[in-house]
C-alpha cells in the first residue's frame, strides 16, 4: 500500500477525486445555504468531518508538537479519504437516483464477491509469505499467521441476514447468516467484530421478538450452533480449539486478566503509553495531541497505534471536548430513530438501527467510527434519510385529513 502511495500517478488520481468531491459537496452546500435556504442537520455533520475535525487536530498538533497545520490537514484527510463515498451517495439520495434499499442491495453483493475472494486467498496462499506487509499479522491464539482482512462489508452481510431472518422467518436468510458468521469465526478472526455482532445479534432479537418467540429462535439457533461446531469438530477440531482460545482470551483481556498474549500485552502497553503522556502534559487532556504524521508519531511515541486502543486512541487525539462533541453523533442518532413512527417496521430501517448500535459497541475498542468515518456517515444518513421520508408520509396524512 505504501509502495502504491508513493507513486505520483496515484496521487495525483487520488487527490484529483477527493478535491472534486469536495467542490461537489462546496456546490451542494452552497446550493443548499444560499439558493434553497435549507440546510439540514447531515450537512453540517459531514462538513465537521470534512473540514472542522482536520482544522481542530491540525490546531493541536501544531501547538503540542509544532507540526505544521498543512501536513496536520493532510494526515487527516488521508484517514477520511471513506468520506468521498458519504458525499457521493448523498448527491444521488437526495436526487432520489438511488434508494437505501439499491445502497444495501451493492453491499450485500460486494460482500459475497469479498468474502469468497478472501475465502481463496487463505486458502491458496501462505499468509507467512506476506508477513513483512501490512496484510499479515500473527498471533498464536488464532492460530499463528492470519491475513488482516477489513470485514465491514461482511459484518454488515452478517447483520442484513440475521435481521431478515428474525423478521421474516425465511430460512435462505439463516443459510446467508450462517455463510458469513462462519466466515468471521474461521477466516476472518476479528475478535472485537465477532464480539460486537454477538452484541447487535442480542439486540435484534431482543427489538423484534416477542418472549415466547425470543426463546423458539434461540433454541433454534443454539441448535444449529451446536451441530455446527460438531461438524466443524469433526473435520477440523484444531479450528474448534483455536476460536475457543480466541474469544476466550478476549473475553479474560476485557475483565482485566493477563493471558499472556502478545496483542493483549501490546494494547496494555499503549495505554500505558497514553497515560503516561497526559501525566507529563494534563493541559493537553482538554483538546487532545492531534493527528500527527506516522514519522512523528513512531518519533515520539513508539509503536502506539491509535486504531488498536479503541476510546483511548480517541481520547489521546481528541481530548475530552473532542470525545463528548463525537460521542454526541450517537445521541443525534438516537434521537432520529425516537422520531420513527411509520417506517418502524421496514427491514431496511431495522438493518440501519442495528448497524448503528454495531458501531456504537465497536468504537469503544477499535474507534472506527472515527478512523474511517465513511460507514458510519453512510448510516447516519440513512437514518436521515429515514427522517425525511416519515416527514413526508406524515404529511401525506394530513393532507388526506
Known amino acids: 500500500m505504501s ?12 487527490g484529483t477525486v477527493a478535491v472534486a468531491a469536495v467542490g461537489m459537496y462546496l456546490l451542494y452546500f452552497f446550493d443548499r445555504a444560499f439558493i434553497k435556504k435549507r440546510i439540514s442537520k447531515i450537512d453540517f455533520i459531514i462538513l465537521l468531518f470534512i473540514f472542522v475535525l482536520p482544522a481542530y487536530t491540525s490546531i493541536n498538533a501544531n501547538i503540542s508538537f509544532d507540526q505544521s497545520i ?14 468521498l463515498l ?34 481463496y486467498l487463505t486458502l491458496t496462499l501462505n499468509p507467512a509469505t506476506l508477513v513483512d506487509t501490512d496484510m499479515v499479522g500473527y498471533n498464536p491464539a488464532k492460530g499463528g499467521y492470519v491475513f488482516r482482512f477489513d470485514a465491514t462489508v461482511e459484518q454488515v452481510a452478517v447483520i442484513f441476514y440475521f435481521t431478515s431472518f428474525i423478521i421474516t422467518k425465511r430460512w435462505y436468510h439463516l443459510l446467508g447468516f450462517g455463510a458469513f458468521l462462519s466466515y468471521m469465526l474461521f477466516v476472518d478472526k476479528g475478535r472485537i467484530d465477532i464480539m460486537s455482532l454477538f452484541v447487535v445479534m442480542g439486540f435484534s432479537m431482543i427489538r423484534n421478538l416477542s418472549a415466547i418467540n425470543f ?18 469438530y469433526q473435520f477440523a477440531p484444531d479450528q474448534i480449539i483455536v476460536l475457543r482460545n480466541m474469544l476466550g482470551n478476549f473475553v479474560l483481556t476485557v475483565v482485566g486478566v493477563d493471558t499472556g498474549e502478545n496483542s493483549a500485552s501490546s494494547r496494555f502497553i499503549q495505554f500505558g503509553i497514553v497515560f503516561n503522556h497526559f501525566i507529563k502534559h494534563p493541559e493537553q487532556m482538554i483538546f487532545g495531541v492531534g493527528i500527527l504524521q506516522r514519522e512523528t508519531m513512531s518519533l515520539m511515541f513508539g509503536h502506539l497505534y491509535l486504531s488498536d486502543i479503541g476510546i483511548v486512541g480517541l481520547f489521546f487525539t481528541f481530548g475530552i471536548v473532542g470525545v463528548i462533541i463525537l460521542y454526541s453523533l450517537f445521541i443525534y442518532a438516537l434521537r432520529m430513530m425516537w422520531s420513527i413512527r411509520y417506517y418502524k417496521q421496514d427491514l431496511y430501517y431495522k438493518l440501519t438501527e442495528s448497524i448503528m448500535v454495531l458501531l456504537f459497541v465497536s468504537s469503544f475498542f477499535n474507534g472506527a467510527f472515527i478512523w474511517a468515518p465513511g460507514g458510519f456517515l453512510t448510516f447516519l444518513l440513512f437514518l436521515h434519510t429515514f427522517t425525511l421520508m416519515e416527514k413526508s408520509y406524515v404529511h401525506r396524512l394530513s393532507l388526506q385529513s
Open 215 to 232: 426463546v423458539r429462535t434461540s433454541l433454534i439457533l443454539g441448535t444449529l450452533a451446536t451441530v455446527g461446531i460438531v461438524v466443524v
Open 70 to 83: 498543512i501536513d496536520g490537514v493532510f494526515s487527516t484527510w488521508a484517514k477520511h479519504i471513506s468520506l
Open 86 to 119: 458519504v458525499v457521493i451517495y448523498q448527491f444521488f439520495i437526495r436526487a432520489k437516483r438511488v434508494s437505501v434499499k439499491s445502497v444495501y442491495f451493492v453491499v450485500l453483493c460486494m460482500a459475497w464477491v469479498t468474502m469468497l475472494s478472501k475465502v
Open 3 to 14: 509502495s502504491a502511495l508513493s507513486n505520483p500517478f496515484v496521487l495525483i488520481l487520488i
